[in-house]
């Protein structure tokens, strides 16, 4: 294949198998592949620090914390997280800058004969790129989320100096397991021997799990329990912490990032001796810390329209508890797409305290049905494609929207809302 430039690699990543569209059947569980893989390549991920994050819901966000705050104690600092909302080089940043096209084409001039030859999966061809690229411009430290779980995940072949769990919840149950417990000793897979751990507001049961594992491997778990961080009505955070009262402001205007902050304060304090940061540069760090694309993201500035990405029970709980902050949830209108795989009663039930639900069936495999739906939400409306424009310019112009379900529905969210007039 023809490798010199950004279309024909968009066009080679386009023809694999995604999660997006497949599911588990995209995956590869077995590290040794990629192992050999990084190995032929010269093992990148061992020439930089790098932090670990995994977690059910919040991992990007303490991700992107970091990022920024050891941008402002003057580190170089590489961010790889997934999935991209719009485009792929997203997931690859290095202070606060994408991956170039060019540097995408030259990954693949350089490694194409090896891709073809173990067969990469889209997610560990992305991760490879994280490695090479970070290596390639010597970054001090990377911060890498893990894509799903963490025993099994291509990120797992780093030697971090710092794992962190940021939450635990019941997602992707056909693959990691159908408790707490067993969820909890998947994404515990990333603690590494004598190597500190900071778990973020875990579920007893998950502590418990991720504190045995990390006895085996004589690692250390800190928690956040002993800091206080709350969300004001003037928008900011005021975290208790270490002796310091700080009156944060952020681009973060969801309640539930008090927890991520906090869960960042509490892994800067264990790296410390190697990548000292101040006060003065967490404040400042935060400050710098936008919403993520997708979570709780206000759509437009002057209207009540919001996008989250919640597809599980914590997450669908927390996108409640971040409406009730900007208005009512029994007054909101939801407009929902979401994955079959997804889809419980138990999320059903939280989601019909709206006031109106309309569904939108995204055009891939894996998304369910507007009858699926209707089966657990009776009062739930279609909304179809040729309503859309009308729906938004009139019905829903002056009404508290949510639209929520799928982080792959953003694209299909943010065209509708290019196009009102």
């Avoid at 507007?370 to 002056?398: G, M, T, W, Y």
Wanted: proline share 2%.
């Amino acid at each position: 294949m023809d490798w010199n430039s950004a279309d024909s690699v968009a066009t080679y990543l386009e023809s694999l198998p995604k999660f997006k569209s497949t599911g588990v059947e995209s995956a590869n569980f077995d590290l040794s592949r990629f192992r050999s893989f990084c190995n032929d390549m010269g093992n990148p991920q061992e020439d930089f620090a790098a932090i670990h994050v995994g977690g059910t819901n919040g991992k990007g966000s303490v991700c992107r914390i970091l990022s920024h705050i050891l941008q402002e104690a003057g580190y170089s600092v590489g961010l790889y997280t997934s999935p991209h909302i719009r485009a792929f080089s997203e997931r690859f940043q290095i202070n606060n800058e994408q991956i170039s096209d060019d540097a995408l084409v030259l990954f693949f001039e350089q490694y194409a004969s090896l891709i073809e030859k173990y067969e990469l999966s889209y997610f560990e061809i992305s991760t490879a790129i994280a490695f090479w690229w970070f290596q390639k411009a010597k970054v001090d430290i990377a911060i890498i989320e893990v894509g799903l779980g963490g025993r099994l995940d291509a990120t797992n072949i780093i030697n971090p100096i710092l794992s962190v769990i940021t939450s635990i919840a019941l997602d992707h149950t056909d693959i990691l397991g159908d408790t707490i417990e067993e969820i909890a000793r998947e994404k515990a897979g990333i603690i590494n021997t004598e190597t500190p751990v900071v778990i973020g507001d875990l579920d007893e049961k998950a502590k418990s799990v991720i504190r045995e594992i990390a006895s085996t491997k004589n690692s250390t778990v800190a928690g956040i329990n002993d800091l206080q961080c709350s969300y004001s009505s003037w928008g900011g955070y005021v975290l208790e912490a270490g002796g310091h009262s700080l009156k944060l402001t952020s681009g973060l205007d969801a309640p539930v990032q008090r927890k991520n902050i906090a869960t960042a304060w509490r892994c800067l304090q264990q790296i410390k001796d190697f990548f000292p940061t101040t006060v003065d540069n967490f404040a400042k760090g935060i400050a710098k810390t936008k919403s993520t694309e997708g979570r709780f993201e206000k759509l437009v500035p002057n209207k009540k329209w919001y996008f989250d990405g919640a597809h599980n029970l914590e997450a669908v709980q927390a996108l409640k508890e971040s409406v009730a902050a900007v208005g009512t949830v029994s007054q909101a209108v939801l407009v929902l797409s979401i994955m079959k795989d997804k889809l419980t009663a138990e999320i059903a039930k939280e989601l019909s305290e709206f006031k109106n639900i309309f569904y939108y069936e995204l055009k891939v495999e894996r998304a369910a049905t507007f009858n699926d739906i209707n089966e657990l939400l009776p009062s739930a409306h279609s909304f179809p494609s040729s309503r859309v424009q009308k729906l938004l310019s009139d019905k829903l112009e002056s009404e508290l929207v949510i639209f929520a379900g799928s982080f792959y529905f953003y694209s299909t969210v943010r065209d509708w809302v290019n196009n009102v007039d």
